[in-house]
Structures are given as C-alpha cells and as structure tokens.
C-alpha cells in the first residue's frame, strides 16, 4: 500500500502523523511524507529594497523548515515497520498534494484538517476539501480531536 501522508507545521497535522503512528498498516507498506511550500508572490517585497534576495532567502528558509519537518516525521514512523520517505514539493498544496499522489499512484492520501466552516472557509480555502474533490485515490482526513469541556 502506498500512503501519502501531507504535513505541514500545524498541530493539525500533528495530529494526522499521530494517527498514522498508532495505527497498524499492512505489511510493505509504504509512507511518502509531504511539505509543500507555498511561494511568496514577487510583488510582496520592493524590488528596490533587494526584493529578489529577500525572496530567495525566504525561500530557502522555508525549504529548509518542510526538509526538517519531514525528516523529523519519517524518523518517527520508521519505528512502525513502514518504509518511509520524505518528499517536499513548492507551490499550491491542494494541487500539489494532489500531482504526487497522481504521480506516485498513491492509495491513500492522509491529512490533517483545520476544521474551517461558514466565512472562514470562503476566505482562507480548504486545501482538505480540494484534495478530496481532486484525489485520484481515496483521502483521509484526520481531525485533531477537541478537549471535551466538563
């Protein structure tokens, strides 16, 4: 089984890698773990002001941060008798997500999700909800649980 486990820094996420730690997978199963980073746009930064440098500095900065933050998530799951490797890709997560479980004919795909609804889902998007629209496989998607108030 091939299973694509999307992740960014968010405690949503932290969640999904958490699901997928505990569960039990079938044997030679294997995890492809994905950062995606979003560019910044070109008209964010005065170009006058070294807006190209600053850009790029931006940019590695943020691959280096999805490059840890899958290492340290395949080290996690290595102890699950999974084979697992990491995979950062740049641009648009939902298409992107979507491009390398097409590409790397994933089975699954396994994602945290904020829980967004009404206006807040209007303005900020749901990259869960595109990927299950798009997918050319079935999706997880993993919800962080909710303190339950007494």
């Not at 641009?91 to 491009?99: K, T």
Request: a positive charge; aromatic letters at 4%.
């Amino acid at each position: 089984m091939k299973i694509l486990l999307a992740i960014d820094s968010s405690e949503y996420s932290a969640a999904a890698i958490k699901e997928m730690a505990k569960r039990p997978w079938p044997a030679r199963s294997t995890v492809r773990v994905l950062s995606v980073v979003e560019p910044y746009p070109a008209i964010a930064v005065e170009p006058s002001y070294g807006g190209s440098e600053v850009l790029e500095t931006l940019d590695r900065e943020m691959k280096r941060r999805a490059t840890n933050l899958t290492k340290k998530t395949v080290d996690r799951l290595k102890s699950k008798d999974l084979k697992v490797e990491a995979r950062v890709r740049t641009g648009d997560p939902s298409s992107e997500i979507v491009d390398e479980a097409r590409e790397w004919s994933a089975d699954l795909i396994v994602l945290g999700s904020h829980g967004y609804t009404g206006i807040k889902r209007l303005f900020l998007g749901s990259v869960a909800l595109s990927v299950v629209g798009h997918a050319p496989c079935s999706v997880e998607v993993v919800r962080k649980q909710s303190k339950k108030s007494r």
